[in-house]
């Protein structure tokens, strides 16, 4: 009787293991399982992960300010260079290689949705400065005018060119994928352009309004990373085990005392302060308005006694910038656990690796997309005085008389008022 050896079947060629290649932000799934106590991990590798984060840092903040002090027109176009990057990197997570080669020309289509937008955003925005910024040349100011005109009617036609662009590449067996990609990138465009719109209008209604609640991210960001490196143990969220209370509380109390002292330093500038009316780039002279002129408060006795002056002075501005600093470090971070949660759902580390030790830029916009749109709601609702007014020219008809009155109806106040004015002499008929 023979023994059975063959208590397995060969293997066959076609069961042969195929490899993937990985990319450098992705990350195993099982390795990016926590579980209970273990989601604090120590990294033996973290200072030198620190000196990195750092040393980028560095540079960053060095090009920001380089850009901050050429003026409104060149931080509009790093804002600008920022989308572009957040595009490429977005439109890179759902690609596929092998449906692109079969698709030739559709990742140009993305692009072309891409700049469309940006035509149609930026051309409402920046409108009515351009035309202040041309009003010199009769000729120029002449053709401005008229793209100004249609540039809505333009922007549309662009957008269908694109769409009937899309309906005449589809191709058997790759609707789903296309159709896919049609959606990614109009979600794409809706979070980056409407995060973008906000920025910009923010910018020029006075650098401030930008500099603000971006430095308010950052100092978040920063704060974040010392506390929890330092100090923290018990974590946040599952979804980003990273974060932990400790450096949540921490960061809580030093990005709202930043706030302050920030919008007192940023409020002595001008140049920060002032809004652009235009697209020139010169420099910024004007009455700094009632938010940006300090008010004088006596200190206590106590106090007083061990400080060589009486009183300190407080830009009213600062007292907005506490709401920005409560946001900025309460309510801003649940964007950057979206991110989390969103390449948790992709399998992957980054966004990118743009950045050495940040990642990708969209690793570094996720906060400040919340923030941007915030800033302007809150600019537009608490800071920018709203007077409505409704003049109604009313004939008055008489035998005698030919009279014409304005009546004003303030709605601005508690209880509308009017008042009538006469401006034309009663003429009587001989």
């Avoid at 993937?20 to 030198?48: A, C, Q, W």
């Avoid at 950052?218 to 490196?229: K, M, R, T």
């Avoid at 979804?239 to 330093?265: D, H, M, Q, R, Y």
């Avoid at 690793?363 to 007077?387: G, L, N, T, W």
Wanted: charged residues 15%.
């Amino acid at each position: 009787m023979q023994k059975d050896h063959g208590t397995s079947a060969p293997a066959t060629p076609t069961s042969a293991r195929v490899r993937h290649r990985r990319r450098s932000n992705e990350f195993p799934f099982e390795m990016s399982r926590t579980n209970g106590n273990h989601l604090l991990v120590i990294d033996h590798n973290k200072y030198r992960s620190m000196w990195i984060r750092a040393c980028s840092s560095l540079w960053m903040l060095g090009g920001f300010l380089l850009i901050l002090y050429l003026g409104h027109l060149y931080i509009w176009a790093m804002v600008v260079i920022i989308q572009i990057f957040m595009a490429r990197e977005l439109f890179s997570l759902l690609r596929k290689a092998h449906e692109d080669k079969r698709l030739p020309g559709f990742r140009l289509l993305n692009w072309h949705f891409y700049f469309t937008a940006m035509l149609f955003v930026y051309g409402h925005i920046l409108s009515h400065r351009l035309v202040n910024t041309v009003t010199s040349d009769k000729i120029f100011y002449r053709l401005v005018s008229r793209l100004i005109k249609y540039q809505m009617i333009i922007c549309y036609f662009l957008y269908i060119a694109g769409f009937m662009w899309f309906i005449l590449t589809l191709k058997k067996k790759m609707y789903k994928y296309q159709f896919g990609q049609f959606a990614w990138t109009h979600m794409i465009l809706i979070v980056v352009f409407t995060q973008s719109a906000f920025t910009v209008a923010n910018i020029f209604e006075g650098i401030f309004w930008f500099l603000l609640p971006a430095s308010l991210i950052a100092v978040n960001d920063v704060a974040a990373y010392f506390f929890g490196f330092f100090f923290g143990k018990t974590p946040l969220i599952k979804i980003s085990p990273k974060k932990t209370w400790e450096g949540f509380i921490g960061v809580s109390v030093a990005t709202t005392i930043s706030a302050f002292v920030l919008a007192n330093v940023f409020g002595h500038f001008q140049w920060l302060t002032c809004p652009r009316k235009d697209l020139s780039t010169g420099w910024l002279h004007c009455d700094p308005g009632p938010l940006f002129k300090p008010e004088y408060y006596p200190l206590p006795g106590w106090i007083s006694q061990w400080l060589p002056w009486k009183e300190i002075a407080i830009f009213p501005v600062q007292w907005h910038a506490l709401c920005l600093g409560l946001f900025a470090s309460i309510i801003a971070p649940f964007g950057g656990f979206f991110a989390s949660g969103f390449k948790r759902a992709f399998k992957i580390k980054d966004f990118g690796d743009s950045i050495p030790g940040h990642g990708g830029i969209t690793d570094r916009m996720d906060c400040q997309m919340v923030m941007a749109v915030f800033a302007y709601i809150y600019h537009q609702s608490f800071v920018v005085p709203q007077d409505y007014k409704r003049d109604i020219k009313q004939p008055y008809f008489g035998g005698a008389a030919n009279s014409i009155y304005e009546i004003r109806t303030d709605i601005a106040g508690e209880n509308a008022w009017r008042t009538i004015l006469k401006y034309s002499q009663t003429h009587l008929v001989s």
